[in-house]
Structure formats: structure tokens, C-alpha cells
């Protein structure tokens, strides 16, 4: 059989400062730069993503993957029409000529357009526009997915990931090529059930390393059967104004009632632990002050996530509010140091590599993404080493990765050791650290400006992970948005307030 295959991926905060353009999906960064063709079998080799796991699943088979367009940009603020238009083209052109017996999608799952709310429904409609009825359309979605009716009608099965840490990007596509592979060699269409959950829950509190998150997905995975080939719980991405933003079960099965049975019990599962998507968050002084507590008696780091400032939640990687933190309580100069990470601001960047190593510069670092209570840093600092930015990755998330961050420095002051990189991309990553010298095991507390998935690689180094809160898009709290488009009722954060347009 020929299956297309291809990837389009963006989670969208409505309420970052930041749009993401053609540029953003062709240069890459954190990801992958936009992949054409061949390139896409050339690229996503023995790394991290969905597409990589699909490919080596299918690897050796008789089947033959006809690769169209992947494309992936860091989260931001809505995805511009020129950028949607271009990549959706390519990919929905490159299925329409290789005329497939079946077609498979890498996708986000939670992609807001300027002009189309639902990015990933709207492709799939195109998509099967162009197929057909009969063709099978298999997908691959984000744990963050805000799945939609639209999606669930024009694909006919879509696998989540089930990690936050997300180890399981590769995993998922193999288990989505496994159901394809089974659908081509003659299973029926399964039958499709779905429930959404009528409440926002926290990115923080989504971790599949702490309860409830973790038990659910133990549950998930246990439902499936033969007569259920597939289990999904997407928790949504809390962060995007639009009517079927948050939670959704869904679930396939080769009868009606198997699915809607299976979904019942997921449905039940979540909404019986509401009261339990809750973790503690501190703000920014007293979020150091424990972690120089904790790491004055210990050998190990405290790790602290700045979890507003979250570039894989729409951050611009540039806030001051825990640097500042840091400098008013010496924690430079207490123990074994400190160090942040990462602080995307190419001026200051293209400042280091002027000035070259050892040079103390004074110039005004971060703070310019308009985030309300934030400013940038004024202040001297030192020159301690320089990088271009080419980082291979080796944690469980991003393992197999290469990043090409641009012009890089670790610049200090005051003691604190800051990590600046000109393309921003969240530090989940111990090399983010050891490629402009800082070696992450021996600092007495790190600030890591992520939300969950830094936990992957640093939990196994870390004394205490603590969560922090200093000014950023990516509000902890999701009843704190300014929200004009959800449904009424809603719940905005597990029984918290409802929302009234």
C-alpha cells in the first residue's frame, strides 16, 4: 500500500505576544526546519517525534511511504494565514498527487491560525477532501491536543501521546502505525466515541510523573483490548480562546458500544479526580528562597521551573522576574551558585561574541516581550564562554536532537551564570546547560525556564523540583486569562470559577 505521510505541528497560546511565521516553521530551532520529500526519511531518523516512530514501525514492510511536507515552529501566539496557508498546501498537494491507499498525519492537536481556529480539524477536512471517504486517515496528537469535533469526524483514528514528560512522541507514532498497519490488512473502521471533561486544567498540574495524571494513564493504557484498539485522554492546552479549548476522552472500538463504553469509564475516571489537579506554586522570592534552603544541605541541585515564561507554552524565553529573584537573595554567591536558563535575547548574545570571552559588558538583557510587571535587566556582566548555538540533545524528551539556537553565550553576574541564546526553545535538556560550559550537577539551584518537561532529564540530578510564578503569557492559573470565546459553563481551573461570556 502507498501511504502519504506528513506533519504539521504548532500548540498555540492565544494570549502570547508572539505570532509564528513561514520563517519560524523553515529555520526550525528547537525543532527540525520544515522537511520536504525525501528529506523527511533523511531527517527524522532515531529521534524523539511522532513521524520518526511511525517510519521506523512501518521500516521493512511491504508498505510504501510517500513522504509529503513536515513542519513544526516553537509555541507562540496564532499561526499567520501565509504560514498556515503555505504548509497546509504543501502537505494536502503532496497527498493529492501521490494518490495513497492511506495517509498518515504527524500533528499537534492544539493549532490556533489567524483566520481558522481549528488549524489541525480544517487540514484534516482538506485532507479527506482530496481522498475521499474510503481512504483511511490516521493521526498522531499531543497529550495537549484540544481535539475537535471536526478532527475526530475526518480522521479515522488519532493516537495521543501519554506522557507529559513527553518520552513517548516516537512510541506514539509506532502504535499509530501498528493500527494502520492492522486497518490495511483488512480490519473494519472502528467505531469512534468521544466525551469532553467541562473543566481547564493547569499545564503544571498535567505532569504524568505526579498524580492523578499518572494513575489515569495507567488506566487508559489497561482499556485497550481487541475490541478496543485505542484510548486516548487529552488534557487540552489551556491556553487557547476558542469555543473547544480543554479536556477530551476519546476512544475506538470495533463496535459502537465498545467505544462508548470504554469512553464512560475514562469519562467517569477524570471528572472523579477534578479535585486532585492541584500542585503548589510559589511565587518568585519565595520560590529561591526555599530552593537556597533545600541546596545549602544538600549535594544535589534544586530545580526551580519558570513555568510563566515557558517557551513550549507561548513564552518568549526573556523574562527578568526570576533572574531578578535570584540576584536579590545572593544566590550567586551562596553555595555552589546558580543558573538560568535559557534567556533567548540575540542582541545580548551578538554583544558576548563582540566583546569575546572574558570581556564584562553592561547592557540591558531580556525583557522585551511587553509582558506586564517585566522589564529588562540593566547591569554588567561577564563574558564566560561562547557558542554558536549547535546543541545534540541526550534527555529522554529531546533525545537524538539537534538545536540550532544561533550565537550563544553564558554571561554572569553577581555569581549567577545565565544561559543566552538567540532562538528560543525551552530548557528541558541537561546539554542546554554543558554547551556554554555550566555543568548542571554541580549548581546549588537552576532555574529552568520550562513548565514540565525539563523533569524528564532533571529529575534523576534534582535535590527538589519547585514551580514558580514571575510575570509571563503562560499563566499558571488559566482563570486568570482574559477568555472571550469559551463555552459558557465552562469551568476555568478544576472547581473554580465557570465561565460567563
Not at 512501518?58 to 501566539?77: D, I, N, R, Y
Not at 487508559?220 to 485505542?230: D, G, N, R, Y
Not at 545549602?296 to 533572574?323: F, K
Not at 481551573?493 to 465557570?498: D, I, N, V
Amino acid at each position: 500500500m502507498r501511504i502519504a505521510i506528513g506533519g504539521f505541528q504548532h500548540e498555540t497560546n492565544t494570549f502570547a505576544p508572539s505570532q509564528a511565521h513561514y520563517e519560524h516553521f523553515a529555520r526550525g530551532g528547537g525543532w527540525p526546519g520544515l522537511c520536504r520529500g525525501g528529506e523527511i526519511l533523511e531527517t527524522m531518523v532515531a529521534c524523539n517525534l511522532p513521524i520518526a516512530g511511525f517510519i521506523e514501525q512501518l521500516k521493512g514492510s511491504a508498505h510504501q511511504l510517500v513522504p509529503t511536507a513536515w513542519a513544526a515552529a516553537e509555541p507562540s501566539a496564532h499561526v499567520t494565514r501565509d504560514a498556515y496557508e503555505r504548509i497546509a498546501a504543501m502537505i494536502v498537494d503532496g497527498i493529492r498527487e501521490a494518490r495513497p491507499d492511506a495517509v498518515y498525519l504527524d500533528l499537534h492537536g492544539a493549532m490556533v491560525a489567524e483566520h481558522r481556529d481549528d488549524g489541525e480539524g480544517e487540514l484534516l477536512e482538506r485532507v479527506r477532501a482530496v481522498v475521499g471517504p474510503d481512504t483511511p486517515i490516521y493521526a498522531s496528537l499531543d497529550l495537549h491536543a484540544n481535539v475537535t469535533r471536526r478532527m475526530l469526524a475526518c480522521a479515522d483514528l488519532m493516537v495521543a501521546y501519554r506522557t507529559y514528560p513527553h518520552i513517548d512522541m516516537a512510541e506514539t507514532g509506532a502504535r499509530t502505525a501498528f493500527a494502520l498497519a492492522q486497518r490495511l490488512s483488512g480490519m473494519a473502521r472502528p467505531h469512534c466515541a468521544a466525551r469532553r471533561l467541562p473543566f481547564l486544567i493547569p499545564l503544571a498540574c498535567q505532569s504524568t510523573d505526579l498524580e492523578p495524571a499518572r494513575a489515569i494513564y495507567r488506566a487508559v493504557a489497561a482499556l485497550e483490548s481487541a475490541q478496543v484498539p485505542s484510548a486516548s485522554f487529552t488534557p487540552g492546552f489551556p491556553a487557547a480562546d476558542f469555543p473547544e479549548c480543554g479536556p477530551v476522552v476519546f476512544a475506538y472500538g470495533s463496535s459502537d458500544a465498545a467505544a462508548q463504553q470504554a469512553v464512560q469509564t475514562l469519562e467517569r475516571l477524570v471528572a472523579g479526580h477534578e479535585a486532585d489537579f492541584d500542585a503548589p506554586v510559589y511565587d518568585a522570592d519565595a520560590a529561591v528562597r526555599k530552593a537556597l534552603a533545600v541546596a545549602a544541605r544538600s549535594t544535589r541541585p534544586v530545580v526551580i521551573a519558570d513555568t510563566q515564561d515557558n517557551p513550549g507554552a507561548g513564552g518568549e524565553s526573556d523574562t527578568t522576574g526570576m533572574l531578578r529573584a535570584l540576584l536579590q537573595h545572593g544566590a550567586g554567591h551562596t553555595g555552589r551558585g546558580a543558573a538560568l536558563g535559557l534567556m533567548a535575547d540575540g542582541a545580548a548574545a551578538q554583544a558576548a561574541h563582540h566583546a569575546g570571552p572574558g570581556a564584562t559588558i553592561t547592557l540591558a538583557l531580556g525583557g522585551r516581550s511587553g509582558i506586564r510587571g517585566d522589564a529588562p535587566l540593566q547591569g554588567s556582566f561577564r563574558v564566560e564562554r561562547l557558542s554558536e548555538g549547535t546543541v545534540v540533545c541526550t534527555g529522554p524528551f529531546s533525545r537524538g536532537s539537534t538545536m540550532h539556537l544561533g550565537p550563544s553565550a553564558c554571561l554572569s553576574i553577581e555569581g549567577v551564570r545565565v544561559v543566552v541564546v538567540s532562538t528560543k526553545t525551552q530548557l528541558a535538556d541537561q546539554e542546554l546547560y554543558r554547551f556554554v560550559g555550566i555543568e548542571p550537577t554541580e549548581q546549588g539551584v537552576l532555574v529552568n525556564k520550562s513548565s514540565v518537561h525539563f523533569r524528564a532529564d532533571f529529575t534523576p540530578i534534582a535535590q527538589e523540583i519547585l514551580v514558580a510564578k514571575a510575570p509571563g503569557p503562560m499563566i499558571h492559573d488559566p482563570s486568570e486569562f482574559a477568555w472571550t470565546r469559551l463555552p459558557p459553563g465552562l469551568r476555568l481551573r478544576p472547581q473554580g470559577p465557570a465561565f460567563r461570556p
